[in-house]
């Protein structure tokens, strides 16, 4: 997909830009905004793997932008775009998103500059377990200090290399799963991982519309039912965000742009249908029952309710902001929206759920992933057959009533059912990801409606996120 960038600054300048936008207004001790904005340290190493008889090199980053908590907490990406000033950008995030949701880390991230699709299983093993290694053994990726997790081109196979590296090289560790978040459930994993960041978009947007002033806002009403979306990058994130939003809030998903080209159809697209056309046909091109645009770029100006960017960073910038017809953007990519951008659509009127909020899903879940790491047992093992056991009296009471009463009233089943069945791992992630989405956005919802000078939920974001930062450091004596 081709985007016309013109003369912008690079994503790290941008994070920074966006900052310095926030911290205007606040009124922090001299000094302490420098140090929340500069990253701590950035790593780079280059290692060379044994691959079809000679040595190839590799080059990878991981980067900690602040300490104020620890561990730190980021993502690792394989791409082969990954540079310095991306990972710096995203480690800055991280720490502004961690500080948001109250998980008690600090920011970092990693990246690795390969194609992933360019190598075999086998070999993509033998490159992360190096990139592991070199990491591991500077504890950048350590059970208390430092701990990666899924990001572009990384899942739960990756971790799951990792954290074995982890623990070959730490045999003595007790903790030594919680190195890594975002691995399989057989390998210490969490129930809910994987569809979490998707999960939190439609989380944000159900909390975002809850508010009739918010909806209001973005010149929308009613609930999310019917609300045309378009979606840019059917990964992981993409792909569960409209799914869930079309299957659970009847939304209909009227776009969806892909790397080569995008689908359109005003009627709605069947989200599952694309996805598995995408995974046979490697691609979007060819999907029946839509119109297919090879110039996918060109779908992110069309007409529609609800614009998500959740691919790559940069993808709204000065070249198309203008022509961006969404009245509401929510970011669930890493900086999808420039600086340059930002303010024209926000003087245009569009309203932006912020990426550090929006796609906070995935580090929610892996918070509580790390959790029952260092805990050693899987949410709800206790309380769940004594919660099933309690309900139980109440049902017999119910059903006493119910025998007394005859004719007059009884129990719908389904009520029964659904009351006796205690709560799963998967539905405690999930409650516990929506009572943090909800909370977070409310933090930011009362900035934006309270404070004249604050017109934006982007830096709403950034006033509640440095202000918790700002708060560990004076703890810290700094
Ligand atoms: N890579 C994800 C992000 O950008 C998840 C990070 C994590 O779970 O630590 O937020």
Not at 403 to 426: I, N
Request: glycine fraction near 10%.
């Amino acid at each position: 997909m081709s985007m016309t960038r013109t003369n912008e600054p690079s994503f790290r300048e941008s994070v920074d830009l966006m900052f310095n936008r926030a911290v205007a207004l606040m009124d922090l001790p001299p000094g302490l905004e420098e140090k929340i904005r500069v990253c701590n340290a950035t790593y780079t190493v280059r290692f060379g793997v044994r691959l079809r008889g000679q040595i190839q090199t590799f080059v990878g980053y991981r980067s900690v932008h602040s300490e104020h908590m620890e561990p730190v907490k980021g993502g690792i990406r394989f791409a082969p775009s990954v540079n310095q000033d991306e990972v710096e950008a995203l480690a800055a995030l991280m720490t502004y998103k961690c500080a948001l949701v109250e998980a008690p880390f600090g920011g970092s991230k990693g990246g690795l500059c390969i194609d992933p699709r360019q190598y075999d299983e086998h070999e993509l093993e033998q490159i992360t377990r190096r990139f592991a290694y070199e990491l591991a053994k500077r504890d950048l990726i350590h059970p208390s200090q430092n701990v990666p997790a899924p990001d572009m081109g990384t899942g739960e196979r990756e971790m799951a290399w990792i954290a074995d590296q982890y623990a070959r090289m730490n045999t003595t560790d007790i903790n030594a799963r919680a190195c890594v978040t975002g691995k399989p459930l057989n390998a210490g994993g969490i129930s809910g991982r994987v569809e979490a960041t998707g999960r939190g978009v439609q989380y944000a947007l159900r909390e975002f519309f809850r508010d009739p002033r918010d909806v209001a806002k973005a010149g929308l009403s009613g609930s999310l039912d019917g609300k045309r979306v378009i979606v840019q990058g059917l990964g992981n994130v993409g792909y569960h965000a409209a799914k869930f939003l079309q299957e659970e809030d009847g939304s209909k998903i009227v776009g969806i742009i892909e790397r080569d080209g995008a689908l359109y159809n005003p009627d709605g697209l069947d989200v599952e249908g694309v996805r598995n056309w995408i995974v046979k046909h490697g691609g979007v091109t060819g999907y029946p029952d839509a119109t297919h645009t090879a110039e996918g770029g060109a779908v992110l100006e069309e007409d529609c309710d609800i614009l998500i960017p959740a691919a790559l960073e940069g993808v709204i910038n000065l070249g198309n902001a203008a022509n961006i017809k969404a009245p509401l953007i929510i970011e669930a990519a890493n900086g999808p929206v420039t600086a340059g951008a930002d303010e024209i659509l926000r003087k245009k009127g569009t309203v932006i759920i912020p990426d550090m909020y929006a796609n906070a899903g995935g580090v929610t879940v892996s918070y509580f992933e790390w959790v029952k790491n260092l805990s050693h047992i899987r949410f709800g093992r206790m309380q769940r057959r004594q919660e099933e056991a309690r309900h139980q009296l109440v049902i017999d009471e119910l059903e006493r009533l119910d025998r007394y009463l005859g004719d007059a009233w009884s129990m719908t089943p389904e009520f029964k059912q659904k009351y006796l069945r205690g709560a799963d791992e998967l539905e405690l992630v999930r409650s516990g990801l929506d009572d943090t989405m909800r909370i977070a956005y409310q933090s930011m919802r009362e900035i934006w409606h309270d404070r004249v000078d604050v017109e934006d939920l982007r830096t709403a974001a950034y006033l509640v996120s440095i202000n918790k930062v700002a708060a560990s450091y004076r703890a810290k004596g700094l």
